[in-house]
């Protein structure tokens, strides 16, 4: 494990670990929680539920959809593609022909700024596997609300189970590294756009870009709350 990759073999995975894999040419990372014998927990959104905001934006959340390497039919899940939810799917499904990565947990933020990439690793510390793979479990069969590519998708359903931390603010983007990566990162486009093309002023704007990203961390940020597992589902009710 490091800061240029987190590939991991499958034969070292342990229960309750935060995995993903790079879809849709490495824009976007599906993220899981491996619960033992070859079987991952995940929140997707199936195909035919995009949800019309342009081909991009509904390819990325339709990569999510669970499916066996090409030209296989699995004989473990069957057809899940347009499975909505929270579902288990064989690691095999998970990946989708991808790679294997872990998402990392308790990061210096110097590590975390290396990580020039959102969405593989956070400050925040992890409960133990036992809690992580309570909620899992629970909110396979309970769900966790609506799926949103911005503020509640596959990292933030992760990263919820491995800390049980919840934003609590109407207007933000959720737990997701990926999201706050894109939002850091056209804050700083739009910035740039306003300056006149300097190193020095590049610079700022990367430093503008790698201070937004550290300070959306949901191990960094402050309106984050503990929320047990059973009363966030009561609450989507």
Sequence with gaps: MGVLSNKIERDQLKPGDHIYSWRYYCLYTHHGIYVGEGKVIHFTRGAGHEIGRGPVLDRIISSSCPSPPVGTDCQICGDQSRLDGVISSCIDCFLSG??????????????????????????????????????AFYLLQNGFGGYNLFKNNCEDFAVYCRTGLLVVKPISV?????????????????????TFLTTSL???????????????????????VKVPVERLVDQSD
């Design 98 to 135: 991808g790679n294997l990565y872990l998402f990392e947990y308790g990061v210096s933020p110097f590590f975390f700024l290396a990580s020039a990439r959102g969405g593989t690793c956070t400050v925040a510390k992890s409960d133990p596997p036992e809690d992580v793979l309570h909620r």
């Design 174 to 194: 959720g737990r997701s590294g990926q999201a706050a990566a894109f939002q850091a990162a056209t804050r700083a486009v739009v910035s740039y756009s306003l």
């Design 202 to 224: 590049v610079a700022v704007n990367y430093g503008r870009y790698c201070a937004s990203r550290l300070y959306s961390d949901i191990g960094v940020r402050r309106d984050v």
